[in-house]
Every structure is written in C-alpha cells, then in structure tokens.
C-alpha cells in the first residue's frame, strides 16, 4: 500500500499494479473528515463515483467491484493471431478524492493503478510476470503473455539462437502469437527481457488485505518465457483460457469416453380445441408435451505432467473464460466455449502426475412436442 498525507489527512491506497478481483483498499484518516467522493476512470472503458461516510474521522472502502465493471465489455475470445497486441485484460484507472473536511475545505487525492484482470492466491507469497515454461502444440494457435512496463521490447531465441526483437511500447498485459509460417524452431524457443521492462512482481500477503508491492532482481536480461516444441501430437481436445494473471493459456488434452446424460421436461396440456382423432397417433382430447434435454461431458486428461505444468493446468478449472479449437476457417481459427465441471483435485507427491478434469460440450439442439 502507498501513502500520502495532505493537510492533516493520510491517503492510504494501492501499488502501482492491483488485481481486479482481489480487494482493492482505499483509507482516509482525519479528525474532521466527513465523508468522501471516490472518482475512478479507466480510459475507453468509462467512469465509475461512490462515496463513502466517514466514521470518527476515518473512513475504509474497497472498490473492486467497481474496478471489475471496467473490463465488462472486455471481447474475451477476440484474440489476435497475427501480431504482438497489448489486451484489454489489463487497464491503467486514474482516481481523484475529493475528502469533505468539517468546517475547511475539500482536501482532493488523485493517484492512478494498474488493474488486471485476474486475482492472486490470498497467503504466502506470489510471483507475477516470472519465468513459465510453456508447450506448443504445432499446428494448434498459440501465444503467450507477458506484462511490459512499458518501451520494453522482448528478444525471442530460436533453439538457443537470437532471432529478433520484439517491440513493446506500451505499459499493459501482452499477447504475442507463435506462427509457423514465421518461426521454425525444432526444440523451443526462449524468450527474454532485453530492456529490464519486463520486470518480475512479487507480493506478499499483509495484514490489511493488500498487497506489498515489490519488484524482484536488478533490471538486468532475464529470461522470461521458455517454449518447449511438440509436434505429431495432433489428437485430442485443443482449450484456451484465461489464467489468474490475466495471461491466455494453451493445452492439447487427450480425451476419455464421453457422457451423455437426458432428461425429461414434460407438460399435461388439454386439447379442446382439436377434433377428437388418432392424428399422429396421439389422442386429441387427453393431449401432451414433452421436451427433452441432452447434457455431453467428456473427461479430459494431460498424462504425466510435471509439478508446475499441473499448477498452470489448474486454471483451467477455476477460469470463467475456457474454449474448445474448433478447426480453422479462411486459415483463422474457430473456438465454441466450454464449461469445466465443478470437482474435487488432489495432487499427490509424485514428480509426474496426471491432471484429469471434465469439460461440459456445448449444448446440442434436441426436439421438443
């Protein structure tokens, strides 16, 4: 948390860089204040006011809910697969706080935070922006994110070679694409940060519900992202989703037997309106309807992953935001969303595991009389 004092009154509010669905503090302390008018603004993304009262000169409020309708209109599944793009799924919000002072005048704050859309774990520490070890399925889209400070650029090697360089001119969360018609690395491929941009995050639980803001190493060239290669692995269900961090994540599951599951939703109606024959078969004057649902679910499974690949699999249960690859069409690829259903995980000890979970398929269309 950041202070600042100002005429007798001390600002408390949150670090440079916040999560929008983890608690997003803002305290005033003052023996004459009043009341408050909290002004958030995220650019493109419009505004949001709330006041707070006061309680004996003090006041304590938390906005997430109003930072998380800043990304409401946020296209999720518009992913672009072409070229380095700076998301939506990060946003910079200004605030302005205009503090009522009994008997002075307003004392105005104003100080600004970059949100993402994404949560850490409440205990312990956690890293953000640190070094991942990613799988590319060849043949499937694929990219990879990152948060840049801003004028970072990244260096991607190829196979342990340099490449090129990668411009990022823009403070926000990263999504750059793999393409084989541009890359052919055979083993992986490694990404670094070559301007310190790109600097690792870490955070630590407190007492008050936030966050200590703290940056970790020197600023120097690090690696950031490493990209093993698979390929002749072409079966299985292919899903995108949303991690924690704000970051889109890939996997090519293999996949069990599926589960089909109907049931009956039927209606006594009288039909006094028909002449009393066999037509259709059906009896005119008793009458009836009926309409079935039909629920697909298919286990998935990532056989023999290790520690921290069944870690970033995990995600997949907890992400509002999961799709299924459908193919491509016009060489763009298609993606239907996808529903994890709700389970229990244990991971055990062992230094490779399977993950398995279910997916829900998208609803089949059925016949209803």
């Known amino acids: 948390m950041r202070t600042e004092s100002k005429s007798n009154i001390t600002l408390t509010y949150p670090d440079e860089i916040g999560f929008a669905f983890n608690p997003c503090i803002v305290k005033i302390d003052g023996d004459k204040v009043t009341r408050a008018i909290i002004k958030m603004e995220a650019s493109g993304s419009g505004s949001d006011v709330v006041m707070f009262d006061a309680f004996r000169g003090r006041m304590y409020g938390d906005v997430r809910e109003y930072i998380q309708t800043f990304f409401d ?28 002072v009994s008997g002075s005048d307003d004392v105005t704050f104003s100080f600004s935070v970059f949100y993402v859309w994404g949560a850490l774990k409440i205990g312990g520490v956690e890293r953000y922006n640190g070094f991942r070890r990613l799988k590319w399925f060849k043949g ?20 342990g070679a340099p490449e090129k360089f990668i411009s990022l001119s823009d403070q926000g969360v990263w999504n750059i694409p793999l393409k084989e018609s541009e890359h052919t690395a055979k083993n992986f491929y490694l990404i670094s940060d070559s301007t310190g941009g790109l600097r690792e995050v870490n955070f630590d639980r407190t007492f008050d519900l936030t966050f200590r803001f703290q940056y970790v190493g020197d600023g120097k060239k690090t690696d950031k992202v490493r990209i093993d290669i698979v390929d002749g692995y072409d079966e299985g269900y292919y899903l995108r989703w949303i991690n924690r961090h704000g970051f889109y994540c890939y996997y090519l599951f293999k996949a069990g037997e599926q589960s089909r599951k ?7 109606l009288r039909n006094n309106l028909l002449s009393y024959d066999m037509t259709y078969g059906y009896e005119g004057g008793a009458g009836r309807m009926q309409s079935m649902k039909r629920e697909d679910s298919l286990p998935i499974c990532a056989p023999l992953v290790d520690s921290e690949t069944w870690d970033m699999l995990f995600d997949v249960t907890t992400s509002p935001i999961v799709d299924m690859f459908a193919g491509y069409e016009g060489g763009v690829p298609k993606w239907v969303s996808v529903n994890v259903v709700a389970a229990s995980y244990t991971k055990g000890g062992a230094p490779l595991q399977d993950f398995i979970c279910t997916i829900a398929l998208p609803e089949v269309e059925i016949q209803k009389l």
């Not at 109907?262 to 006594?268: G, L, Q, R």
């Open 262 to 268: 109907v049931s009956s939703d039927s209606a006594f």
């Open 140 to 159: 499937y889209p694929f990219t990879f994110g990152v948060y840049a400070a801003g004028g970072s650029s990244i260096l991607l090697g190829r196979d």
């Open 73 to 100: 209109a946020v296209p999720f599944g518009k992913v672009n697969y072409s070229e380095a793009e700076r998301t939506e799924l990060g946003k910079r919000v200004s605030f302005e706080v205009v503090v009522s």
